[in-house]
């Protein structure tokens, strides 16, 4: 080799090894910490296309964004008019979708009306962006649902359900929805617990839910939206929020106590709805009273002609099991007794006069 070539490969190297260090000192510094940018290990190749049956959370979210929307609401016309933002996912082909009634309540008339008030408006985005005008089939204030109709369009995929009586607690689960605002957003987290009785709202239109409880993101505006498994399925719709003041359902952000209705309620009585355009609730024609404490739920008024009356159930009784699940309060009883349906019989175990007793009510059924 000619004896000039080897100071030319020296200087070459150099000069390569001086811009390799320029180079790399740049990038460290356009992606520092503090930037807005975090310095990951590893290699810097993009990572292969995922299998969309490989039960990671991309996967499910690209195979569930298609089926979920957000759902825009306003009230009547003025200055004043209530408005909402919540989300939903789609049932069917026939462009039948799922989202809370509390989402859309303030767009209707007063109980189960679905007529819409003057001015009042829904409609629901899709993940294209597109609005689509959507009309309300029926709805369940009881259990807080409501399904919505569109026009069908290939843009508006069906979800996959699925069931909550599969879960177990610590599984992986992912809340698609809107939340503050925000369409197509995705959080993930665990089942925290199961039947977790709740209640939201108040007074004539609370509803009480046996709930699927999860730390995944939920925040105001993910209301409606699904609650999936790994496999992409919907288990629940995201309905509440447990707020540091300690009511449900509230305006506060995501704490980590988020609650979903099962998806097998959820089926019930969408069926109902697209069966008959109304829901029925399960009753035994008492009422509860308001004690705290976990000594059972106490039995206010009985009306004459109910099933709890024909069951021999009277004022001050105290029921302690439901078909031999315990009853630590008036709202667990509530919340079990929904979700049966109406004409199923139940046993309470009741406490009077310090004796129990075994008592079997034949539930009643009504609107709402």
């Known amino acids: 080799m000619p004896g000039w070539v080897w ?4 200087l070459t190297a150099l000069v390569t090894g001086l811009l390799g260090g320029l180079l790399g000192g740049a990038l460290v510094m356009a992606t520092r910490p503090g930037d807005g940018f975090d310095v990951l290990p590893g290699s810097s190749e993009a990572a292969a296309p995922l299998d969309a049956e490989n039960g990671s959370i991309a996967a499910v979210a690209a195979k569930v964004l298609p089926s979920t929307v957000q759902v825009k609401v306003r009230g009547g016309d003025g200055e004043g008019a209530e408005g909402a933002t919540g989300s939903g996912f789609v049932l069917d082909g026939r462009g039948h979708l799922i989202t809370n009634n509390h989402v859309v309540e303030v767009a209707l008339g007063e109980g189960t009306s679905t007529d819409l008030d003057d001015g009042g408006q829904i409609a629901v985005v899709d993940t294209n962006g597109r609005s689509h005008r959507a009309t309300v089939v029926g709805r369940s204030p009881v259990y807080d649902l ?4 569109v026009r069908p369009m290939k843009t508006l995929r069906p979800a996959a359900m699925g069931s909550s009586s599969q879960l177990r607690v610590g599984q992986t689960v992912v809340a698609i929805g809107s939340p503050l605002g925000l369409s197509s957003t995705v959080t993930s987290g665990i089942v925290s617990a199961l039947k977790r009785p ?3 709202g108040s007074g004539d239109v609370s509803s009480y839910i ?3 409880q999860t730390d995944a993101a939920i925040n105001p505006g993910n209301s409606g939206g699904p609650l999936v498994n790994l496999r992409g399925q919907v288990v629940g719709v995201n309905s509440a929020i447990a707020t540091t003041g300690g ?3 509230g305006e506060s952000g995501n704490i980590g106590v988020g609650f979903a209705i099962p998806m097998e309620q959820v089926q019930i009585t969408a069926r109902q709805i697209l069966a008959t355009g109304k829901a029925e609730y399960p009753i035994i024609g ?5 004690t705290e404490g976990d000594n059972g739920a106490v039995i206010g008024s009985v009306e004459d002609g109910t099933p709890a009356a024909e069951a021999g159930l009277r004022e001050d009784d105290r029921v302690v099991s ?7 309060d008036g709202i667990a009883l509530i919340v079990a ?13 009741v406490v009077r006069d310090g004796e129990r007793r075994s008592v079997r009510v034949t539930l009643d059924a009504k609107v709402g």
């Open 322 to 328: 439901i078909d031999g699940e315990p009853v630590p």
């Open 286 to 290: 008492a009422t509860v009273k308001s």
């Open 198 to 200: 709740v209640t939201t």
């Open 146 to 149: 409501a399904v919505l109709k």
């Open 7 to 10: 100071p030319v490969l020296a």
């Open 337 to 349: 007794i929904r979700t049966h349906r109406p004409g199923e019989t139940i046993a309470l175990t």
């Open 247 to 249: 009511a449900f359902g």
């Open 210 to 212: 046996d709930a699927v």
